[in-house]
């Protein structure tokens, strides 16, 4: 059994590390972890835990918060968006899924089809990577005519894009390579969100950095760029 200290009725695990300083991290499952360096006292650690209780708790409620409103997400009748439609997740288990289990498209609803073997603790996580395959896919469909509108208006190519799930950024531009990483959640936001993103990064192939001319070239090429990154602030990507 390895040390703990308590913050009130909440246990606190404690892990020695070569490290200079104590940390305190809250994980996605709201357990709370102190690192700390190999040698410091017990004590002191205690004095720390107490000094981030408040903070702590107050930071740990909102990770179960927003751990349960994605649990609610993925279940049946939650809400999933698609460019700024929002669609009504159904998930049904079927017995004649047994070697295919996707998600579909019908009218306003996202139908996720599960072998009727999946338990009941599968069912979110492989309700997410579905309907989450299904929104990739129709990205993959959209970039290219997206991408030739945007660089037929701005006469400037990249060398390729690719989808990744980023935790903290909406895109990413390699001046040198010219190539665009674009965060999978795009998808979920209005077509002009995505649109903005793009020609943001494509305009890093022309100004590199945030400077002054960078903003005149993204309000000359796509004006409504302003508007659309006041949505994208408002839900910032998933983590």
């Not at 049946?76 to 009504?88: I, K, P, S």
């Not at 306003?108 to 603790?121: G, K, N, P, Y």
């Not at 129709?138 to 990249?158: H, S, V, Y």
């Amino acid at each position: 059994m390895g040390e703990t200290v308590a913050i009130g009725e909440l246990e606190v695990e404690v892990r020695r590390a070569r490290v200079r300083r104590v940390t305190l991290r809250i994980a996605p499952d709201g357990s709370v972890r102190v690192t700390a360096p190999n040698e410091c006292p017990i004590q002191d650690i205690e004095a720390f835990v107490r000094d981030k209780a408040t903070w702590a708790e107050s930071r740990r409620e909102g990770v179960l918060r927003a751990r349960r409103e994605e649990l609610a997400m993925w279940s049946d009748g939650g809400c999933v968006e698609y460019l700024g439609e929002e669609l009504t997740l159904s998930v049904e288990r079927d017995a004649a899924t047994h070697a295919a289990q996707f998600a579909e498209r019908s009218g306003e609803r996202i139908i996720v089809h599960l072998a009727d073997f999946t338990t009941s603790e599968e069912v979110t996580g492989q309700t997410q990577a579905l309907v989450e395959a299904w929104l990739e896919e129709r990205m993959e469909e959209l970039l290219p005519g997206l991408f030739a509108k945007i660089e037929r208006r701005m006469q400037l190519r990249c060398s390729g894009w690719r989808i990744r799930r980023m935790k903290s950024r909406w895109g990413s531009c390699n001046t040198k390579t010219r190539m665009i990483c674009l965060n999978a959640q795009l998808v979920e936001y209005p077509i002009e969100c995505l649109e903005s993103v793009i020609a943001h990064e494509l305009c890093h192939l022309i100004e590199p950095t945030h400077n002054e001319r960078f903003h005149q070239l993204l309000d000359t090429y796509y004006p409504a760029n302003r508007e659309a990154r006041r949505i994208l602030n408002l839900r910032p990507p998933r983590r």
